[in-house]
């Protein structure tokens, strides 16, 4: 077999599985569709729920503080102290989990001092309060993190070579699923 008769027949074998994916994936919004047409939540052939939304916020956010300190802008990164308040929903709240991506917790406390466990993965951060918080009650927590050249939502404008006197900029821009690059939050 010649060179060519070998990337011939792997660029079909790539090409026929992208036509299956694709075939695949077709049919299975299709009977979605058709589910959700029907007024049915969900596709009785996959058992995956028609509708989209986004998760529902576990407490009643009252007010988010942030704290930043940026001790050099030219490095892209913060420090920052950040404290929620929130009010609990009907149930006890055992845990509370928010959006953090690429974030560095240093450390995690409820509003009087005391230090909270916590799980982050790099993308979710669960915290687990000491006693589930009783329903229908005022909390919060503080959260000291440092965030290093966030992908997305805050953006640096800086000096360079090509622009030496350009002024210094940072700026947000807070869409959805954005801000967890640089705060710790639910964002959807």
């Known amino acids: 077999m010649t060179r060519y008769q070998i990337l011939s027949a792997l660029t079909l074998l790539v090409l026929s599985h992208a036509a299956v994916g694709l075939e695949q994936t077709d049919r299975i919004r299709s009977q979605a569709a058709a589910a959700h047409a029907d007024g049915r939540t969900f596709d ?3 058992g ?3 509708r989209h939304f986004p998760p529902d916020p576990q407490v009643d956010f009252r007010h988010i503080q942030l704290d ?3 001790d050099d802008p030219m490095t892209k990164s ?3 102290t950040e404290t929620i308040t929130f009010r609990t929903r009907e149930l006890p709240l055992p845990r ?3 959006d953090a991506v690429d974030v560095d917790i240093q450390r995690i406390s409820d509003l009087a ?3 909270l466990t916590f799980r982050y993965d790099g993308e979710r951060l669960t915290i687990r309060f000491a006693e ?3 329903a229908s009650t005022d909390g919060g927590v503080r959260i000291e993190y440092t965030c290093r050249d966030p992908k997305d939502g805050m953006f640096f404008v800086l000096p360079d070579d090509a622009y030496p006197d350009r002024p210094l900029q940072v700026h947000t821009q807070g869409q959805t699923e954005s801000n ?3 705060f710790i939050c639910h964002d959807h």
């Open 44 to 46: 009785t052939a996959t």
């Open 68 to 70: 930043m300190r940026f």
């Open 180 to 182: 967890r690059h640089w």
């Open 132 to 134: 589930a918080l009783a």
């Open 78 to 80: 913060f420090a920052c």
């Open 96 to 98: 509370l989990t928010l």
């Open 48 to 50: 995956d729920d028609v």
């Open 113 to 115: 001092g005391s230090a």
